[in-house]
Antibody, heavy 123, light 110 residues
Framework: EVQLVESGGGLVQPGGSLRLSCAAS????????MTWVRQGPGKGLEWVSG????????YYADSVKGRFTVSRDNSKNTLYLQMNSLRAEDTAVYYC????????????????WGKGTTVTVSS | QSALTQPPSSSGTPGQRVTVSCSGS????????VNWYQQLPGAAPKVLIY???QRPSGVPDRFSGSKSGTSASLAISGLQSEDEADYYC???????????FGGGTKLTVL
């Protein structure tokens, strides 16, 4: 069974940092592109970042570019999101999702999502 | 403001057919396929339609998708109470070099 489990969320002060993890199982992780999508309280879905299976293609939303870094450890079947210089508007549930294929994420759809981890940025 | 425009709400009675529209531009829907996601209250999103009109296994054939030019639509026939959820369209956008979601449509079954 394909599973994605996010962790690492919590309460952090503005300007602080947090690293999210997404543990994957049930599929060949290194062959699959992955992505982070967030949802602010009472708001819609917002794509954050995406990465191909081998790391050749990495994309960021303008709202997080220069502050967030996506990475993956294919030996640990884990996707990461390093979040620095956090702002109140980064408060959201962060979902990890896998794409249907492994190349550039633009050509596939997000077919399995995790349950999400909550990040709250507040003083 | 989302790059993809959806009506914020829609409603229907059980058994009825409803459609949800998603309007984009040449840099997203006009050049790439559209996917639709269903988010039930308190749950993570789930793919409902991918590549404009394809249903993943397990999704009832009451759900269908279509695309024409820079717009797409999700149709739900034989509306059921369990279809009450938020629905989002999504597509890649070349101008933004990233994925874009519509603002979401909250479907209420009366």
């Amino acid at each position: 069974e394909v599973q994605l489990v996010e962790s690492g969320g919590g309460l952090v002060q503005p300007g602080g940092s947090l690293r999210l993890s997404c543990a994957a199982s049930g599929f060949t992780f290194s062959s699959i592109a992955m992505t982070w999508v967030r949802q602010g309280p009472g708001k819609g879905l917002e794509w954050v970042s995406g990465m191909s299976g081998n790391g050749d293609f990495i994309y960021y939303a303008d709202s997080v570019k220069g502050r967030f870094t996506v990475s993956r450890d294919n030996s640990k079947n884990t996707l990461y999101l390093q979040m620095n210089s956090l702002r109140a508007e980064d408060t959201a549930v962060y979902y990890c999702a896998k794409f249907r294929g492994g190349g550039s994420p633009k050509y596939y759809h997000m077919d399995v999502w995790g349950k999400g981890t909550t990040v709250t940025v507040s003083s | 403001q989302s790059a993809l425009t959806q009506p914020p709400s829609s409603s229907g009675t059980p058994g009825q057919r409803v459609t949800v529209s998603c309007s984009g531009s040449s840099s997203n829907i006009g050049s790439y396929t559209v996917n639709w996601y269903q988010q039930l209250p308190g749950a993570a999103p789930k793919v409902l339609i991918y590549s404009n009109d394809q249903r993943p296994s397990g999704v009832p054939d009451r759900f269908s998708g279509s695309k024409s030019g820079t717009s797409a639509s999700l149709a739900i026939s034989g509306l059921q109470s369990e279809d009450e959820a938020d629905y989002y369209c999504a597509s890649w956008d070349d101008s933004l070099n990233g994925w874009v979601f519509g603002g979401g449509t909250k479907l209420t079954v009366l």
